[in-house]
């Protein structure tokens, strides 16, 4: 073995110490003699600070020879990123270890301990974004996981007062496959201090160095079943592979066996790695499987002295533990579990060792770690599934693995050994069709995907703790365009289907001519009719060729109901087989894209979700117009999208990723939302995907990022003030989401209301609720004191009949005489005068007269319902004829609201004291007997806040942080009973 030193710094004084041992140092500057590492490899080391950008080509073909790597500071390659991502490195992130109390040891390698006193706990470090993976397993599938080239393991961890891991100072990559196969990499990512020299840290260098140079052994246990049923026999197979012929050695192996802490078997092994390949060990335990959770925990050693440390785990079967207990019930806002309220914190979670692959390579012990951790920090609701390759799962139609149904089962057991609710996801994006054409409408394709639900539920059919989620962020129809909006296969059964829909709303194609303004030459028939693309639609206000209007409403609209329509026929498969649990959709934020929406779907399932990603400026929005009116609505998965700087390096810090979460968290609960549930726990560093490599509650190496404390606050918090959360009283305000618009080719529903969200609820601090245009009777059996149609110019027959008829006040802004294929129609309000709107424009409220402005290309986009420039009154309805909500300017829209909440008699729920603050966020949510309060700052400053709650007369002042989240809970009274973090509220 060679050792090599290559560092711009001497590494003084450990340079005379490692070339006392024989490191070699090397002299990139030399253009005299070849470089000694231009013929080293496997079985040599280098251990490096830095590299000039000359000399990097040799160093990166020594690591693809198999070379060994020690590197030496805060950041790998002093930050150079050009250089590390070579490395499949794409990010090395600033940790913050100031809470850090002690360095320990990781498991896989506990041998490191002489090193633990090497530098302080507290030392600066790094995070790495590791990228090994650059191909798919599964090329056609958008949620496909791929080759675990790499994985890393901490050797070192710096661990916080409550011993939680927070940062790895010290990191082992080992390299199992790709260009690096074989190699092994340790990064020190600490910057080297004169104690770190006098606390061995050349002996650490060279050990380090000895480690890397011998080269990786990809060492793993596996159970034949994650799960065995009691009486059967369990057999293990022990396999090793020397991946570089550096790395052959023997091996002694300590095996142990326990189920439920108490110790059943132990074994002894002694194996031999070679060059053809790995070698394989097997046995069967020598006793028969009982009920309970058994932990194979195997110590090797080489004879070299590495000592690795290999757990595993398998289920005994047991039934009473899996079907004990009451299952999840929904009622209007929340879940509950026998009568008593249970707000989500959750997580999502496959697994932390081989994520999407946990059900070919499952591992009781990493899942029962993991969930203990989950349990701890007071995560009651664990999100998981497949979200590829469930041909692996079900290969024939019909005939799912047992292996992977056995994996399920264990991954159901563990998590109820942890009293965790499981959320078990079937399918991602669209359904996987099996032989059949169409994911959503083929017969045949349908027939596959119940069996395979089926072959899950029915395994599983009492399990109390466990419920389903069809599909995770559904999109319609074409699996290859997902995300889009509805994108047409235009295959016979879609075809067939968009035929009949339209035939059963209105047999008489004449009609249908006339909504589309097409003639009978170029729509002869009903055979005629076709799905239509994007493409053929006029979604601009100037086109080159002629093309199609009012058919793209429709045929939205008809992708709502078929997908309705699935999600109904499985969720009955399911009911059949599983009664009484609940059954979802996951859906991302796709009321703004045209897809899959809760105001849809509602009915089929017990409760709707929404994605909190990418509308970071829109979050209460998010919340808001997922909740239907009778069924709970969960944040399912909110995270973190990875933001670049221009370049290429992260934007956010790890943080500011925390702070952004916690608000996120916030936002979960506001108008009834039912809780929040992290995506993810572990960042997936195996997909060919920067952004998941990015993302999750730890980092590659399994240490805590900021944003794990996000799950463990809010699980202490509402802990506590769970049972309170009974009987929320409704918002005053409903708002009409008006979907005509929204489907049209001409849309900005969603401009108007969340314009309608920030002025409401930041700036007048007045809360609302949603409702869909196609569900307003839902309004007459929970009232509104005033209902809200913000600019939707378009609105369909039903909805602009019950805006006639209601008796509740409402204020309708824009046009009101427009159909929903924006064909005039009988106007709402008598004085309509539909016509083009002008960039400026004023309007009269209570008495002043207020500017209105519409910028950029809404002149061409809008119409005005007149140009009186006044409000009109008709009894308890408001007609304002701007389309108010679409101009630039927030003034005229709060004046508006205010003369509306006049005209329906509503008092706000607070009286805000501290001036203007439209960077808070409040709102209080009041229960029979208590009220939380939630505020949320999206302010720079930190804001000091005081209110009256103007129900108990009871006054408030906190500070609320910048870019933080301030929740607490009250008495009737108005007394405090909890905050979040324990955080100053006074009560005055």
């Known amino acids: 073995m060679s050792v090599f030193i290559l560092s711009s710094d001497p590494l003084l004084p450990a340079q005379a110490a490692l070339q006392a041992q024989q490191a070699i140092p090397l002299d990139p500057a030399s253009k005299t003699q070849p470089s000694p590492l231009a013929h080293a490899g496997a079985g040599d080391a280098l251990i490096l600070a830095d590299c000039p950008r000359d000399f990097w080509p040799q160093v990166l073909a020594f690591l693809q020879r198999g070379g060994g790597l020690v590197s030496l500071g805060r950041f790998p390659l002093a930050g150079d990123d050009a250089l590390f991502r070579d490395l499949n490195i794409h990010e090395a992130l600033a940790v913050d270890c100031a809470t850090a109390q002690v360095i320990n040891t990781s498991h896989e390698y506990p041998n490191q301990y002489q090193y633990s006193k090497s530098f302080p706990a507290n030392t600066p470090t790094c995070g790495l974004i590791l990228m090994p993976t650059k191909h798919k397993d599964c090329a056609n599938e958008s949620g496909s996981s791929g080759p675990m080239d790499a994985r890393i393991y901490p050797l070192l961890t710096a661990n916080d007062a409550q011993d939680r891991a927070i940062a790895a100072p010290v990191v082992l990559i080992e390299n199992h496959r790709g260009a690096f196969a074989g190699g092994r990499w340790v990064l020190a990512n600490i910057d080297p201090t004169p104690a770190f020299w006098a606390q061995g840290g050349a002996a650490a260098l060279l050990d380090w160095a000895q480690l890397s140079a011998r080269g990786a052994t990809e060492i793993t246990i596996k159970p034949d079943f994650a799960c065995y049923y009691p009486g059967e026999a369990a057999s293990i197979t022990l396999q090793m592979e020397a991946l570089r012929a550096s790395a052959i050695s023997e091996w002694k192996a300590q095996l142990s066996v326990r189920l439920n802490d108490q110790l059943v078997h132990q074994a002894a092994l002694t194996l031999h790695t070679g060059q053809h390949g790995p070698i394989f060990q097997r046995f069967t335990l020598p006793f028969a499987i009982a009920a309970g959770c058994y ?16 757990s595993q785990g398998f289920w005994g079967y047991d039934a009473d533990l899996l079907n004990s207990g009451a299952p999840l019930e929904c009622g209007r806002d929340y879940f509950s579990r026998a009568g008593k309220p249970v707000p989500i914190v959750g997580m999502t979670y496959m697994a932390s060792d081989v994520h999407r692959k946990f059900l070919q390579l499952p591992n009781v012990a990493v899942w029962d770690a993991d969930m203990a951790e989950f349990a701890r920090m007071g995560i009651n609701y664990v999100r998981t599934g497949i979200w590829t390759a469930w041909r692996q799962v079900m290969f024939a139609d019909g005939h799912a693995q047992e292996s992977a149904i056995r994996a399920i089962t264990a991954f ?57 989620d069809l599909i995770n962020e559904p999109s319609m129809f074409d699996p290859q365009r997902v995300f889009l909006g509805p994108r047409t296969l235009r295959d016979p059964f879609e075809i067939a289907a968009f035929q009949n829909w339209l035939q059963a709303k209105e047999p008489d194609l004449n009609v249908w001519r006339a909504r589309w303004h097409v003639s009978p030459a170029d729509l002869p028939d009903w055979s005629a009719v076709r799905p239509p693309e994007p493409t053929d639609v006029g979604l601009n206000t100037t086109e080159i060729s002629a093309k199609q209007h009012g058919i793209w409403l429709d045929y939205t609209l008809f992708t709502q109901d078929m997908h309705t329509q699935w999600a109904a026929d499985l969720a009955e498969t399911i009911r059949q087989i599983a009664p009484q649990r609940l059954v979802t959709v996951g859906q991302d934020e796709a009321l703004g894209m045209q897809r899959p929406s809760p105001f849809f779907f509602a009915p089929a399932v017990d409760y709707t979700n929404v994605h909190s990603w990418w509308l970071n400026d829109d979050l209460a929005w998010d919340t808001i117009f997922s909740k239907t009116a009778s069924k709970p609505s969960l944040v399912q998965e909110t995270g973190i999208m990875h933001v670049e700087a221009p370049n290429g390096r992260s934007k956010r ?44 509650a730890c980092r590659a190496d399994g240490t805590r990022k900021p944003e794990a404390q996000i799950s463990d606050d809010f699980g202490a918090f509402f802990k506590i003030i769970a049972p309170l959360m009974l009987e929320r009283e409704l918002e005053d305000i409903a708002v009409v989401y008006p979907f005509s618009n929204d489907y049209s080719n001409r849309r900005f529903a969603m401009e108007a209301t969340q314009r309608l969200v920030r002025v409401l609820q930041y700036e007048l601090k007045v ?110 309805k408001l007609w304002c004829p701007l389309p108010l909500e679409m101009n630039d300017r927030t003034e005229p829209l709060a004046a508006l609201y205010r003369e509306a909440m006049h005209l329906a008699e509503i ?54 942080p910048s870019e933080r989240a301030v929740l607490f809970a009250c008495n009737a009274a108005g007394q405090l009973i909890a905050s979040l973090r324990d955080h100053e509220v006074q009560a005055l």
């Open 653 to 696: 810090s790890e943080a500011e990723l925390s702070r952004l979460l916690e608000r996120k968290y916030a936002y979960g609960f506001i108008n009834g939302g039912a809780g929040a549930v992290q995506w993810i726990w572990n960042i997936n560093y195996h997909m060919d995907n920067i952004n998941e490599s990015h993302i999750g």
């Open 767 to 876: 809360p609302v609720r949603a409702i869909s245009e196609y569900d307003l009777a839902a309004l007459d059996a929970a009232p509104a004191k005033l209902v809200l149609v913000p600019s939707p110019h378009a609105l369909c027959g039903a909805a602009r009949e019950w805006l006639g008829k209601t008796a509740m006040p409402v204020l309708f802004t824009g046009p009101c005489d427009l159909d929903e294929h924006w064909n005039s129609t009988t106007p709402l309000f008598s004085e309509t005068d539909t016509q083009n709107l002008q960039r400026e424009a004023s309007i009269s409220i209570a008495g002043t007269r207020y500017r209105a402005s519409f910028g950029g290309e809404k002149i061409a986009r809008l119409y005005q319902g007149n140009r009186s420039g006044q409000i009109h009154r008709h009894e308890k």
């Open 907 to 960: 008092t706000p729920p607070i009286e805000w004291l501290s001036g203007e603050q439209a960077g808070v966020f409040i709102q209080k949510l009041s229960f029979n007997e208590a009220s939380l309060w939630i505020l949320v700052s999206e302010s720079a400053n930190d804001e000091v806040c005081e209110f009256i709650d103007n129900h108990n007369g009871q006054r408030y002042r906190l500070t609320l």
């Open 295 to 310: 932990h194979i925990e195997c110590q090797l050693t080489s004879a070299e002295g590495e000592v690795r440390q290999i």
């Open 412 to 468: 159901f057991l563990t998590a109820k050994r942890h009293e965790l609710e499981t959320c078990f996801t079937f399918f991602a994006f669209t359904p996987e069709s099996w032989e059949g054409s169409n994911p959503y409408l083929d017969p045949r394709a349908i027939a596959a995907q119940k069996r395979f639900i089926a072959a899950i539920v029915s395994r599983h059919n009492a399990a109390s703790h466990v419920h389903w």
